[in-house]
Protein backbone atom coordinates (compact mmCIF):
# COMPACT_ATOMS: atom_id res chain seq x y z
CA UNK A 1 0.00 0.00 0.00
CA UNK A 2 1.55 3.50 -1.47
CA UNK A 3 3.40 5.64 1.86
CA UNK A 4 0.90 8.66 1.92
CA UNK A 5 3.58 11.08 3.08
CA UNK A 6 5.97 10.19 0.67
CA UNK A 7 3.16 10.41 -2.28
CA UNK A 8 2.62 14.04 -0.91
CA UNK A 9 6.19 15.00 -1.08
CA UNK A 10 6.81 14.49 -4.46
CA UNK A 11 3.76 16.01 -5.18
CA UNK A 12 4.82 19.04 -3.60
CA UNK A 13 8.27 18.85 -5.28
CA UNK A 14 6.79 18.62 -8.56
CA UNK A 15 4.36 21.98 -8.20
CA UNK A 16 7.31 23.63 -7.19
CA UNK A 17 9.06 22.77 -10.05
CA UNK A 18 6.61 24.13 -12.26
CA UNK A 19 6.40 27.23 -10.46
CA UNK A 20 10.11 27.72 -10.50
CA UNK A 21 9.95 27.23 -14.75
CA UNK A 22 8.63 30.34 -15.82
CA UNK A 23 11.69 31.76 -13.90
CA UNK A 24 14.16 29.67 -15.13
CA UNK A 25 13.68 30.18 -18.44
CA UNK A 26 13.44 34.57 -18.08
CA UNK A 27 17.58 33.90 -16.23
CA UNK A 28 18.53 31.50 -18.85
CA UNK A 29 16.97 34.16 -21.54
CA UNK A 30 18.65 36.99 -19.38
CA UNK A 31 21.94 35.39 -19.91
CA UNK A 32 21.95 34.58 -23.33
CA UNK A 33 21.39 38.29 -24.35
CA UNK A 34 23.39 40.19 -22.05
CA UNK A 35 26.51 41.37 -23.98
CA UNK A 36 29.89 39.66 -23.39
CA UNK A 37 32.09 41.07 -20.85
CA UNK A 38 35.80 40.93 -22.86
CA UNK A 39 38.62 41.07 -20.89
CA UNK A 40 40.98 44.12 -21.24
CA UNK A 41 43.54 42.24 -23.12
CA UNK A 42 40.85 41.24 -25.73
CA UNK A 43 39.42 44.51 -26.41
CA UNK A 44 42.51 46.73 -26.23
CA UNK A 45 45.46 44.08 -27.44
CA UNK A 46 49.22 44.95 -27.47
CA UNK A 47 50.38 46.25 -30.43
CA UNK A 48 52.77 44.23 -32.33
CA UNK A 49 56.67 44.78 -31.74
CA UNK A 50 56.95 45.60 -35.98
CA UNK A 51 53.81 48.35 -35.52
CA UNK A 52 56.37 49.93 -32.91
CA UNK A 53 59.31 51.32 -34.20
CA UNK A 54 61.12 52.55 -31.15
CA UNK A 55 60.04 49.50 -29.38
CA UNK A 56 61.55 47.47 -31.64
CA UNK A 57 64.84 49.96 -31.91
CA UNK A 58 65.18 49.48 -28.07
CA UNK A 59 64.70 45.61 -28.28
CA UNK A 60 67.15 45.01 -30.63
CA UNK A 61 69.61 47.44 -30.20
CA UNK A 62 69.47 49.30 -33.53
CA UNK A 63 72.42 51.53 -34.07
CA UNK A 64 72.98 53.96 -36.97
CA UNK A 65 75.61 55.47 -38.43
CA UNK A 66 76.58 58.57 -41.13
CA UNK A 67 77.96 57.33 -44.32
CA UNK A 68 80.74 59.06 -45.65
CA UNK A 69 81.80 60.34 -48.70
CA UNK A 70 84.33 58.25 -50.61
CA UNK A 71 86.15 57.47 -54.09
CA UNK A 72 86.78 54.32 -55.53
CA UNK A 73 90.06 54.22 -57.32
CA UNK A 74 90.27 51.91 -60.27
CA UNK A 75 93.37 49.20 -59.58
CA UNK A 76 94.24 46.30 -61.36
CA UNK A 77 95.91 43.11 -59.97
CA UNK A 78 99.30 42.24 -59.75
CA UNK A 79 101.07 39.32 -57.65
CA UNK A 80 104.74 39.03 -56.01
CA UNK A 81 106.33 37.44 -53.07
CA UNK A 82 107.96 38.08 -49.64
CA UNK A 83 111.96 38.04 -50.19
CA UNK A 84 114.25 35.91 -47.82
CA UNK A 85 116.71 38.76 -46.61
CA UNK A 86 119.71 36.09 -46.33
CA UNK A 87 121.17 37.40 -49.74
CA UNK A 88 121.14 41.01 -48.71
CA UNK A 89 122.43 40.21 -45.27
CA UNK A 90 125.36 37.98 -46.80
CA UNK A 91 125.61 41.74 -48.83
CA UNK A 92 126.33 43.07 -45.70
CA UNK A 93 128.61 40.90 -44.46
CA UNK A 94 130.85 40.70 -47.46
CA UNK A 95 130.65 44.93 -47.88
CA UNK A 96 131.53 45.15 -43.86
CA UNK A 97 134.03 42.70 -43.99
CA UNK A 98 135.73 44.26 -47.58
CA UNK A 99 134.97 47.65 -45.61
CA UNK A 100 137.24 46.75 -42.90
CA UNK A 101 140.19 44.94 -44.98
CA UNK A 102 140.51 48.48 -46.67
CA UNK A 103 140.63 51.04 -43.78
CA UNK A 104 143.04 48.19 -42.84
CA UNK A 105 144.96 49.27 -46.31
CA UNK A 106 144.30 52.59 -45.86
CA UNK A 107 146.12 52.65 -42.43
CA UNK A 108 149.00 50.66 -44.10
CA UNK A 109 149.04 52.89 -47.24
CA UNK A 110 149.16 56.25 -44.99
CA UNK A 111 151.96 55.51 -43.03
CA UNK A 112 154.33 54.26 -45.85
CA UNK A 113 153.29 57.58 -47.42
CA UNK A 114 154.42 59.35 -44.27
CA UNK A 115 157.78 56.68 -43.76
CA UNK A 116 158.66 57.51 -47.60
CA UNK A 117 157.97 61.47 -47.18
CA UNK A 118 160.70 61.27 -44.31
CA UNK A 119 162.87 59.27 -46.16
CA UNK A 120 163.06 60.99 -48.98
CA UNK A 121 164.09 63.84 -46.91
CA UNK A 122 166.68 62.04 -44.87
CA UNK A 123 167.90 60.58 -48.21
CA UNK A 124 168.46 64.86 -49.42
CA UNK A 125 170.36 65.06 -46.68
CA UNK A 126 172.26 62.19 -46.67
CA UNK A 127 171.57 61.10 -44.00
CA UNK A 128 170.33 57.42 -45.28
CA UNK A 129 170.99 55.65 -48.09
CA UNK A 130 169.72 55.33 -51.60
CA UNK A 131 168.91 51.50 -51.01
CA UNK A 132 166.85 52.46 -48.13
CA UNK A 133 165.22 55.12 -49.73
CA UNK A 134 164.33 52.51 -52.55
CA UNK A 135 162.99 49.64 -49.83
CA UNK A 136 160.74 52.09 -48.31
CA UNK A 137 159.25 53.42 -52.19
CA UNK A 138 158.47 49.49 -52.58
CA UNK A 139 156.65 49.18 -49.21
CA UNK A 140 154.34 52.59 -50.52
CA UNK A 141 154.36 50.88 -53.92
CA UNK A 142 152.78 47.70 -52.11
CA UNK A 143 150.66 49.35 -49.75
CA UNK A 144 149.07 51.21 -52.43
CA UNK A 145 148.18 48.49 -54.70
CA UNK A 146 146.67 46.45 -51.31
CA UNK A 147 144.50 49.29 -51.02
CA UNK A 148 143.62 50.32 -54.59
CA UNK A 149 142.74 45.92 -54.50
CA UNK A 150 140.18 46.64 -51.75
CA UNK A 151 138.81 49.48 -53.08
CA UNK A 152 138.21 47.53 -56.26
CA UNK A 153 136.61 44.36 -54.07
CA UNK A 154 134.02 46.82 -52.52
CA UNK A 155 133.07 48.56 -55.85
CA UNK A 156 132.72 44.79 -56.98
CA UNK A 157 130.46 44.00 -54.32
CA UNK A 158 127.97 47.10 -54.72
CA UNK A 159 128.14 46.49 -58.74
CA UNK A 160 126.90 42.95 -58.31
CA UNK A 161 124.38 44.31 -55.62
CA UNK A 162 123.00 46.72 -57.76
CA UNK A 163 122.40 44.26 -60.50
CA UNK A 164 120.04 42.09 -58.05
CA UNK A 165 118.80 44.60 -55.94
CA UNK A 166 118.93 48.49 -57.41
CA UNK A 167 120.33 51.46 -56.04
CA UNK A 168 118.13 51.93 -52.62
CA UNK A 169 118.16 49.06 -50.97
CA UNK A 170 121.95 48.50 -51.94
CA UNK A 171 122.71 51.67 -50.29
CA UNK A 172 120.77 50.76 -47.39
CA UNK A 173 122.17 47.37 -46.94
CA UNK A 174 125.87 48.72 -47.63
CA UNK A 175 125.80 51.54 -45.01
CA UNK A 176 127.11 50.93 -41.56
CA UNK A 177 124.40 52.28 -39.19
CA UNK A 178 121.37 52.11 -41.92
CA UNK A 179 117.99 53.06 -40.23
CA UNK A 180 115.92 51.52 -43.40
CA UNK A 181 118.40 48.22 -43.15
CA UNK A 182 117.91 47.94 -38.86
CA UNK A 183 114.08 47.69 -39.79
CA UNK A 184 114.25 44.94 -41.66
CA UNK A 185 117.07 43.55 -39.61
CA UNK A 186 114.98 43.43 -36.46
CA UNK A 187 111.64 42.06 -38.29
CA UNK A 188 109.25 45.78 -38.41
CA UNK A 189 109.26 45.90 -41.79
CA UNK A 190 109.64 43.17 -44.35
CA UNK A 191 110.29 42.99 -48.13
CA UNK A 192 108.03 42.20 -50.85
CA UNK A 193 109.03 41.90 -54.38
CA UNK A 194 105.70 42.49 -56.62
CA UNK A 195 105.49 41.20 -60.73
CA UNK A 196 103.25 43.81 -63.02
CA UNK A 197 101.38 41.84 -65.84
CA UNK A 198 103.00 42.24 -68.91
CA UNK A 199 102.45 45.36 -70.93
CA UNK A 200 101.66 47.51 -67.77
CA UNK A 201 103.27 50.10 -65.63
CA UNK A 202 103.78 51.55 -62.40
CA UNK A 203 101.94 55.01 -62.34
CA UNK A 204 104.66 57.31 -61.72
CA UNK A 205 102.34 58.80 -58.54
CA UNK A 206 102.08 55.80 -57.50
CA UNK A 207 103.70 54.75 -53.57
CA UNK A 208 101.81 52.92 -51.80
CA UNK A 209 99.62 49.40 -52.77
CA UNK A 210 97.39 46.66 -51.21
CA UNK A 211 98.45 43.63 -50.23
CA UNK A 212 97.07 40.38 -48.87
CA UNK A 213 99.06 36.82 -48.62
CA UNK A 214 95.21 35.17 -49.29
CA UNK A 215 93.83 37.60 -51.98
CA UNK A 216 91.68 39.07 -49.49
CA UNK A 217 91.23 42.33 -50.81
CA UNK A 218 88.79 44.03 -48.07
CA UNK A 219 91.56 42.34 -45.26
CA UNK A 220 94.46 44.31 -47.37
CA UNK A 221 97.40 46.09 -45.83
CA UNK A 222 99.24 48.98 -47.42
CA UNK A 223 103.03 48.46 -49.16
CA UNK A 224 105.23 51.28 -49.77
CA UNK A 225 107.25 51.67 -52.71
CA UNK A 226 111.39 51.38 -52.65
CA UNK A 227 112.57 51.32 -55.65
CA UNK A 228 111.97 49.65 -59.23
CA UNK A 229 113.93 46.12 -59.38
CA UNK A 230 116.56 45.77 -62.38
CA UNK A 231 115.40 42.26 -63.72
CA UNK A 232 111.94 41.91 -64.91
CA UNK A 233 109.51 39.07 -64.47
CA UNK A 234 111.57 35.94 -66.13
CA UNK A 235 107.59 34.51 -66.78
CA UNK A 236 105.69 37.77 -67.79
CA UNK A 237 108.33 39.93 -69.04
CA UNK A 238 106.66 42.03 -66.21
CA UNK A 239 108.75 44.95 -64.48
CA UNK A 240 109.36 44.17 -61.18
CA UNK A 241 109.41 46.32 -58.17
CA UNK A 242 110.50 46.47 -54.43
CA UNK A 243 107.90 47.49 -51.64
CA UNK A 244 107.84 47.30 -47.86
CA UNK A 245 105.44 46.63 -45.74
CA UNK A 246 105.48 46.64 -41.68
CA UNK A 247 101.65 46.13 -40.84
CA UNK A 248 102.01 42.53 -40.80
CA UNK A 249 104.31 39.32 -40.34
CA UNK A 250 104.53 37.61 -43.57
CA UNK A 251 106.49 34.13 -44.11
CA UNK A 252 109.49 34.31 -46.05
CA UNK A 253 108.86 32.87 -49.23
CA UNK A 254 105.17 33.53 -49.26
CA UNK A 255 102.73 34.57 -52.37
CA UNK A 256 100.84 37.79 -52.14
CA UNK A 257 98.37 39.76 -54.26
CA UNK A 258 98.73 42.90 -54.89
CA UNK A 259 96.54 45.67 -56.30
CA UNK A 260 97.56 49.11 -57.89
CA UNK A 261 96.25 51.81 -58.48
CA UNK A 262 95.86 52.27 -62.78
CA UNK A 263 96.13 56.50 -62.68
CA UNK A 264 92.67 56.71 -63.67
CA UNK A 265 90.24 58.82 -62.26
CA UNK A 266 88.51 57.42 -59.30
CA UNK A 267 84.37 56.89 -58.64
CA UNK A 268 82.41 58.58 -56.55
CA UNK A 269 80.30 56.73 -53.65
CA UNK A 270 79.99 55.36 -50.03
CA UNK A 271 81.37 53.06 -47.89
CA UNK A 272 78.79 50.35 -46.33
CA UNK A 273 79.63 49.12 -43.31
CA UNK A 274 80.06 45.36 -43.59
CA UNK A 275 78.32 44.97 -40.09
CA UNK A 276 75.41 46.73 -41.80
CA UNK A 277 74.44 43.92 -44.57
CA UNK A 278 72.40 40.89 -44.29
CA UNK A 279 71.53 38.77 -46.68
CA UNK A 280 68.82 36.83 -48.18
CA UNK A 281 68.06 34.48 -51.03
CA UNK A 282 71.58 35.28 -52.46
CA UNK A 283 70.88 39.08 -51.99
CA UNK A 284 72.79 41.84 -50.50
CA UNK A 285 70.40 44.46 -48.41
CA UNK A 286 71.24 47.53 -45.63
CA UNK A 287 68.63 49.00 -43.94
CA UNK A 288 68.22 53.20 -44.02
CA UNK A 289 66.64 55.43 -41.72
CA UNK A 290 64.12 57.58 -44.18
CA UNK A 291 62.47 60.18 -42.07
CA UNK A 292 62.62 57.79 -38.83
CA UNK A 293 61.40 54.86 -41.06
CA UNK A 294 63.92 51.76 -41.34
CA UNK A 295 63.45 50.54 -45.05
CA UNK A 296 65.33 47.94 -46.69
CA UNK A 297 67.45 48.96 -49.43
CA UNK A 298 69.24 46.38 -51.57
CA UNK A 299 72.89 46.67 -51.93
CA UNK A 300 73.74 45.96 -56.27
CA UNK A 301 77.22 46.23 -56.11
CA UNK A 302 79.31 44.49 -53.28
CA UNK A 303 82.59 45.31 -53.98
CA UNK A 304 85.26 45.14 -51.12
CA UNK A 305 86.43 48.08 -49.69
CA UNK A 306 88.32 49.11 -46.81
CA UNK A 307 86.13 48.51 -43.84
CA UNK A 308 83.05 47.31 -46.11
CA UNK A 309 82.11 47.45 -49.27
CA UNK A 310 81.79 50.14 -51.65
CA UNK A 311 78.68 52.04 -53.15
CA UNK A 312 78.92 53.68 -56.37
CA UNK A 313 75.12 54.36 -56.65
CA UNK A 314 71.89 53.83 -54.51
CA UNK A 315 73.15 55.60 -51.62
CA UNK A 316 74.35 58.96 -50.93
CA UNK A 317 76.84 60.56 -48.19
CA UNK A 318 74.72 61.75 -45.22
CA UNK A 319 72.04 59.15 -44.92
CA UNK A 320 71.85 56.78 -41.64
CA UNK A 321 72.18 53.19 -42.12
CA UNK A 322 71.75 50.74 -39.34
CA UNK A 323 74.93 48.60 -38.36
CA UNK A 324 73.57 47.06 -35.10
CA UNK A 325 70.37 45.19 -35.36
CA UNK A 326 69.90 44.87 -39.38
CA UNK A 327 69.76 41.17 -39.12
CA UNK A 328 66.98 41.59 -36.41
CA UNK A 329 65.06 43.93 -38.81
CA UNK A 330 65.10 41.31 -41.36
CA UNK A 331 63.79 38.62 -39.54
CA UNK A 332 61.04 40.56 -38.24
CA UNK A 333 60.03 42.35 -41.65
CA UNK A 334 60.07 38.55 -43.26
CA UNK A 335 58.20 36.96 -40.14
CA UNK A 336 55.55 39.61 -40.94
CA UNK A 337 55.09 38.41 -44.23
CA UNK A 338 54.10 35.32 -43.06
CA UNK A 339 49.93 34.34 -43.12
CA UNK A 340 48.61 34.00 -39.61
CA UNK A 341 46.97 30.53 -38.92
CA UNK A 342 44.04 32.62 -37.79
CA UNK A 343 43.67 34.65 -40.90
CA UNK A 344 41.48 32.71 -43.68
Known amino acids: MPNPIINSQIILK ?19 TAPYAAPDDDINPPRPAEQTGETLRQTAGIKTQVLQASAKQPEFSAYGSVIDLQP ?21 YQEADANLSRT ?19 LWRNDKANLSTSDYQQQTIVAASRLQW ?32 ANTRLNPGTRTIAVDDHGRRDQAVTATLISPAPQVD ?6 RYFFKTDARRLSFGARVSAWIADGNPGTEGVIIPESAVVWHLGQAFVYIDENGELMRRQLVDTTPGAGGYFA ?10 VTTGAQTLLSQELKNLIPSEDDD
Open 14 to 32: SEKMHALAPLAGLVFLLYS
Open 88 to 108: LLALRQQFLAAQAVRDSAQAR
Open 120 to 138: RHLHQQDIVSTRRLQEQQA
Open 166 to 197: GDVLTDWFTQPNSPQAEQFLTHRSQLLQISLP
Open 234 to 239: PVTQGE
Open 312 to 321: AQGFRAGEEI
